[in-house]
């Protein structure tokens, strides 16, 4: 209680009294498919975005307070509405250590294409499909700081349910989710508190980092009840390794998981590097080309099981910031592909105008397809933030 | 922040009194080596450093625009310092940081924290021939300064405003570099900068130069210019630095520029 009172203390000071770093954003988002939904859903949903971001130190620096909340409305799909804080935390900032406590968003990744390793926060699938769109954890984080790195204990009372698209959604399963109700392996259900642990360092060129999480998967299995996918939450022990290596303009990367869990224990890895070339004309631009292996054990049950990932990426370090990624992911058994093609600049000084397309295919042979349903998924969105 | 600072400051090269009786004798080379690491000596001791950057970008057609960063740097042992460039403008990258650990001789490390993935992400530092945020700066230009990445040549010493400057010329041992070599001013008597021509490494020839002033001595001892346009001779766009609220000795400490200590940001 004497907690919740002095945070909520530092959150009304922090509000009122300091003047912080205040950033805003309102987006709007509108994605226009090739095809109606193979459930009858409709060919193009718009959404509204605002995230908040306010940041201030107290005490001299020894305290950080951050609150960030996000909402979003969308025109279709109910499911696809939110209000979340990606943070609203506070962090005591001592003399080799820091305690990090409340709702914060945390990203453990080093390669571009898998998400193996992340593991604290659930996904909003409603958001992007990327796997980048989080929920907030509440969670405690003690970090301890060592000559070779760092030494990160959490404990993440409380969880959150996967977000996924409601029945006149896009893109999900040809069976509509259950998002009324989740069953758990735990009996705790979601009021289970998991705990991990993260030990990373810094050598030089070398970057690695272990990582052990006990406790509810984020990733929920379904089964079918009453014709919809209810999602089931296993208790799993998952071990991450995530190694990066820079030599010149070569990034390498790696990171692996062994988890147990699902059936039995299995292993995923992702491994590949980032080539950077730098001014490669008179006017400056940069050239990343990425190229990534993605594995998993557990064969053809998972679709990215023995797939290549290839991507460039060109800035142009111009003034209005333009950026072209181009892309694809693909199955290197069937051919099964996820292709995309994005690109963002700036207006003004607060103004971002970006475009996304996807596409998705795969082999004619029924067999060898693993998602035949995002075949006829294409689309193409289209973004426009102002920045305040 | 110190890096750019530096290297700008390369520009900075905050310099203190030199007494030149001792390097006078020196044959050309080894005069402007003394005379570089005579003001490499004189910079030391700064402990931290924090400041407020503006960056005006005015290109040939007569466009205009602003950037506003925030700048701390760590001084560390033998050039390994280490430092932060947080973004306020544009407000698309409001928050992104630069965190920096330089080390003389070698690729620096370098990261930059993502606030709308929550992510840090380790970018590659060798080739630094990129336009920073589209100013004429390069990374390169912005990077720290250290006395063993070069060849020195003294040339002459001239008239430069209403100094005296020495003329040296610097050329890189590093192959990535973007640059044949530089040619700096630096006056006589405080060793500052006030003009750098850059000759570019594709060509021979020389594309920009830049120009510093409004110096100003913090603790007595550390010159440091408020002032720095660059310009392009090629299409006669330029991008001048304003330094603002430039202070020294803050309290930062190497916790703060850990890379897990950028999370905190979010």
Redesign the interface.
């Known amino acids: 209680m004497a907690r919740y009172l002095s945070l909520s203390a530092l959150v009304l000071s922090a509000a009122f009294v300091q003047a912080g770093?205040v950033?805003q954003?309102f987006s709007l988002e509108h994605r226009q498919f090739d095809d109606p939904g193979a459930q009858g859903q409709a060919r193009s949903d718009t959404s509204l975005v605002w995230e908040g971001?306010y940041?201030t130190d107290l005490n001299e620096g020894s305290d950080?307070v951050?609150i960030?909340p996000r909402a979003r409305l969308n025109n279709r799909d109910s499911e696809r509405n939110l209000f979340d804080f990606?943070?609203l935390s506070w962090?005591r900032?001592g003399?080799?250590w820091?305690l990090?406590s409340g709702v914060?968003?945390?990203?453990w990744?080093?390669t571009e294409s898998a998400h193996l390793v992340d593991i604290l926060n659930q996904l909003d699938t409603t958001g992007d499909v990327d796997g980048?769109d989080?929920l907030g954890q509440p969670m405690l984080n003690l970090?301890l700081?060592r000559d070779w790195?760092?030494v990160?204990f959490y404990a993440l009372p409380g969880f959150r349910e996967r977000r996924l698209p409601g029945e006149d959604g896009r893109l999900r399963l040809p069976l509509p989710y259950d998002t009324e109700h989740a069953d758990y392996e735990s009996a705790a259900e979601s009021l289970r508190t998991d705990a991990a642990l993260r030990v990373?360092a810094?050598f030089?060129?070398w970057?690695w980092a272990l990582t052990q999480f006990s406790g509810t998967s984020r990733e929920p299995q379904f089964n079918v009840v009453n014709g919809k996918l209810r999602p089931y939450y296993p208790v799993i022990d998952q071990s991450g390794l995530e190694l990066?290596y820079?030599a010149?303009?070569?990034?390498w990367k790696f990171e692996g998981i062994s988890r147990s869990g699902f059936g039995r224990r299995y292993t995923a890895a992702a491994g590949g590097f980032?080539y950077?070339?730098?001014?490669v004309s008179?006017?400056?631009?940069?050239l990343g080309i990425l190229l990534e292996y993605l594995f998993d054990d557990r064969g053809r049950q998972t679709p990215l099981n023995n797939d290549v990932f290839l991507a460039l990426r060109w800035?142009l370090?111009?003034?209005?910031?333009t950026e072209l990624l181009a892309g694809i992911i693909s199955d290197a058994d069937s051919g099964e592909y996820l292709a995309v093609a994005e690109f963002s600049r700036?207006f003004g000084?607060?103004?971002?105008l970006s475009a996304d397309a996807r596409w998705f295919g795969g082999p004619d042979r029924v067999a060898d397809q693993q998602l035949p349903f995002l075949y006829d998924e294409d689309y193409v969105s289209v973004e426009l933030?102002r920045?305040? | 922040m110190k890096r750019f600072k530096r290297g700008v400051q390369r520009v900075g090269l905050a310099l203190l009194v030199l007494t030149t009786s001792a390097i006078l004798q020196a044959d050309e080379v080894n005069k402007a080596y003394q005379i570089m690491a005579e003001s490499e000596r004189r910079d030391e001791g700064w402990q931290d450093n924090r400041s407020e950057m503006q960056m005006i970008?005015r290109?040939g057609d007569g466009?205009e625009?602003?950037r506003e960063l925030r700048t701390q740097a760590l001084e560390g042992d033998s050039g390994e310092d280490k430092s932060l460039m947080v973004f306020d403008?544009?407000?698309?990258?409001?928050?992104t940081v630069f965190l920096t650990h330089s080390y003389p001789l070698e690729?620096d490390?370098q990261w930059i924290y993502l606030?709308s993935?929550?992510?840090?992400k380790?970018?590659?530092?060798?080739?630094?021939?990129?336009?920073?945020?589209?100013s004429e700066f390069?990374?390169e230009d912005l990077a720290a300064f250290a006395l063993e990445e070069y060849d020195y040549t003294y040339l002459r010493q001239e008239a430069c405003g209403e100094h005296s400057c020495h003329v040296i010329e610097m050329r890189p041992k590093d192959k990535?570099s973007?640059y044949e070599k530089f040619v700096y001013f630096m006056d006589v008597d405080e060793l500052r900068v006030w003009r750098v021509e850059f000759y570019d490494k594709?060509t021979g020839k020389h594309s920009k130069t830049m120009t510093m002033s409004d110096y100003t001595r913090y603790l007595d001892r550390y010159w440091r210019a408020s002032r720095a346009v660059m310009k392009n001779l090629l299409n006669g766009a330029e991008t001048e630095i304003r330094w603002r609220k430039e202070e020294f000795r803050v309290g930062l400490n190497e916790?703060d520029f850990?890379?897990?200590?950028l999370?905190?940001?979010?």
């Open positions: 770093e950033r954003e971001h940041r950080v951050v960030a990606q943070s962090t900032i003399q080799g820091e990090r914060r968003t945390e990203t990744q080093v980048e989080k970090v700081y790195g760092s990160e990373s810094l030089g060129d970057e990066q820079a010149g303009d070569w990034l980032e950077t070339y730098s001014g008179p006017s400056g631009h940069d800035s370090n111009d003034l209005d910031g700036r000084s607060a103004w971002r933030t920045f305040f | 970008i290109r466009r625009i602003v403008e544009p407000l698309d990258v409001r928050g690729a490390d606030p993935q929550n992510r840090v380790r970018i590659s530092s060798k080739r630094r021939n990129g336009r920073f945020m589209g390069t990374f990535y973007g594709r916790q850990r890379k897990t200590a999370e905190r940001r979010q």
